[in-house]
């Protein structure tokens, strides 16, 4: 059974950082696609970030490009999410996915306010 568990969520302030991670179970992490999604109060799930299976390949979103890094570690089963100058439009509950599988993480929640 494929499980993803987020972690890292917090209340900072503007131009502060935050880490996620996700802790991935039940399927063969090394050789899996991972994403970070985000959804804000009211509006669609986004795609944030993209890692491919060896880690060679990342995408962001236009929104977080030049603040975000996506990377994984396979000994550990993880991905994570490093946050960087962080807005206060970036706030919203983040999800890890795998997108084999469909599954998704419960969520952490990010909240940047001053």
């Known amino acids: 059974q494929v499980r993803l568990v987020e972690s890292g969520g917090g209340l900072v302030q503007p131009g502060e950082s935050l880490r996620l991670s996700c802790a991935a179970s039940g399927f063969t992490f090394r050789i899996a696609f991972m994403t970070w999604y985000r959804q804000a109060p009211g509006k669609e799930r986004e795609l944030v970030a993209r890692i491919s299976s060896d880690g060679s390949s990342t995408n962001y979103a236009d929104s977080v490009k030049g603040r975000f890094t996506i990377s994984r570690d396979d000994r550990r089963n993880a991905v994570y999410l490093q946050m960087n100058s962080l807005k206060p439009e970036d706030t919203a509950m983040y999800y890890c996915?795998?997108?084999?599988?469909?599954?998704w993480g419960q969520g952490t929640q990010v909240t940047v306010s001053s």
């Open positions: 996915n795998h997108p084999a599988t469909g599954s």
